[in-house]
């Protein structure tokens, strides 16, 4: 019952690096989302899927990339790392099964850390 | 955007006493979460509230749905050192920007022991 899955827990890149953090959940659920939180700013999305294939624009997305081949897996990627990115990062999923007024919460991973100097 | 106004930003309690805090909006939400993050840790969902007036209990915590539809409060009853963490409230619109929530910027609860 792993839940969402998030990998690598911390970083650190250089200026200019890329890396990709990767994001999985085994519960089947649709919808995707990536967010990042930086210190009493709450959480500010940065992209979402709606299911494979289907990948959205958020609050955040400049310097990001995702990607959705699969109901699984949402990889974000960053190109070329700034230090304004130095944030914590979480990926979330729900279920699509809302009917009518009620809205199933997010599953929230526990994070990555990641520190760009 | 819609917006969570969450407050208060950040507080200490003493052991034992009750904690409250609330998240107004000027949109009118149809349903409202409630989040807690313990440190080092994702959020994690404590209530959900889907009805105007709804009034929910969740062991020592209570959370209720304005009536007005554009807020809601959580309350914590005789805090232990435990509850420390953010608290973030959420809002969702039914049908707008693909049901995504909306969250507060958090109320960071450090408890003297």
């Known amino acids: 019952n792993a839940g969402v899955t998030q990998t690598p827990k911390f970083r650190i890149l250089k200026i200019g690096q890329s890396m990709t953090l990767q994001c999985t959940q085994d519960?089947?659920?649709?919808?995707m989302y990536w967010y990042r939180q930086d210190p009493g700013m709450g959480l500010k999305l940065i992209y979402y899927?709606?299911?494979?294939?289907?990948?959205d624009k958020g609050e955040v997305p400049n310097g990001y990339n995702v990607s959705r081949s699969t109901t699984e897996d949402f990889p974000l990627r960053l190109e070329l790392a700034a230090p304004s990115q130095t944030s914590v990062y979480f990926c979330a999923s729900r279920s699509s099964r809302d009917k009518g007024p009620t809205v199933y919460g997010y599953t929230f991973g526990s994070g990555t850390r990641l520190t760009v100097v | 955007g819609q917006q969570l106004n969450q407050s208060p930003q950040s507080m200490f309690i003493q052991e034992g006493e009750d904690v409250s805090m609330n998240c107004t909006s000027s949109?009118?939400?149809?349903?409202w979460l409630w989040y807690k993050q313990d440190p080092g840790e994702g959020p994690v969902l404590l209530i959900a509230?889907?009805?105007?007036?709804e009034l929910t209990s969740n062991g020592r915590l209570t959370a209720q749905f304005g009536i007005t539809r554009k807020d809601s409060f959580l309350n914590i009853s005789a805090s232990i050192p435990s509850d420390v963490g953010i608290y973030f409230c959420?809002?969702?619109?039914?049908?707008?920007?693909?049901?995504?929530?909306?969250f507060g910027k958090g109320t960071k609860l450090s408890v003297k022991p």
């Open positions: 899927s709606v299911g494979a294939g289907i990948t």
């Open positions: 509230l889907y009805k105007a007036g």
């Open positions: 519960m089947n659920h649709n919808y």
């Open positions: 949109s009118i939400f149809n349903t």
């Open positions: 959420a809002g969702q619109i039914y049908g707008g920007s693909q049901g995504n929530l909306i």
